[in-house]
C-alpha cells in the first residue's frame, strides 16, 4: 500500500503564493497517478489537478494558469504550486494516488489512497 502525508498548508494572503508537498511511502512511487482534491466547508470535494506517470497533466478550469502539480519520483513526493490565490481557494487539500491504468482523473473513486489533508487559508 502507500501512505500519503501532506505538508505545507497554512494561511496567506490574496495573491500570494503556497507549495504543497505530498510525501508518500510504501510501494513505488513511480506507478500511480497522482491528484489533488479539496473540500471546503459545507461543499463536496472538489478535483483540483493531477498527474500521470507519464507526466501528463489535467486541471480543474478554476485553477488553471494559477496552480500546477509537480512530481519527483526518486523523493516519492508531488508537489502543488499555488499563485494568486484567491479566497475561493480556501480548503482542505488533499492528495490522491492511484495505481496505473485507464482512469479519469478528476474522479475522486479513481483513487486509492489518500492523505489527510492540510488546511489552505486565504484573507483577503
Known amino acids: 500500500q502507500v501512505q500519503l502525508v501532506e505538508s505545507g498548508g497554512g494561511l496567506v494572503q490574496a495573491g500570494g503564493s503556497l507549495r504543497l508537498s505530498c510525501a508518500a511511502s510504501?510501494?513505488?512511487?513511480?506507478?500511480?497517478?497522482l491528484g489533488w482534491f479539496r473540500q471546503a466547508p459545507g461543499k463536496e470535494r472538489e478535483f483540483v489537478t493531477a498527474i500521470s506517470t507519464a507526466g501528463s497533466i489535467y486541471s480543474a478550469d478554476s485553477v488553471k494558469g494559477r496552480f500546477s502539480i509537480s512530481r519527483d519520483n526518486a523523493k516519492n513526493t508531488v508537489y502543488l504550486q499555488m499563485n494568486s490565490l484567491k479566497p475561493v481557494d480556501t480548503a482542505v487539500y488533499y492528495c490522491a494516488a492511484r495505481s496505473t491504468g485507464r482512469w479519469i482523473p478528476s474522479r475522486l473513486d479513481d483513487y486509492d489512497y489518500w492523505g489527510q489533508g492540510t488546511q489552505v487559508t486565504v484573507s483577503s
Open positions: 510504501g510501494r513505488t512511487f513511480s506507478i500511480y497517478g
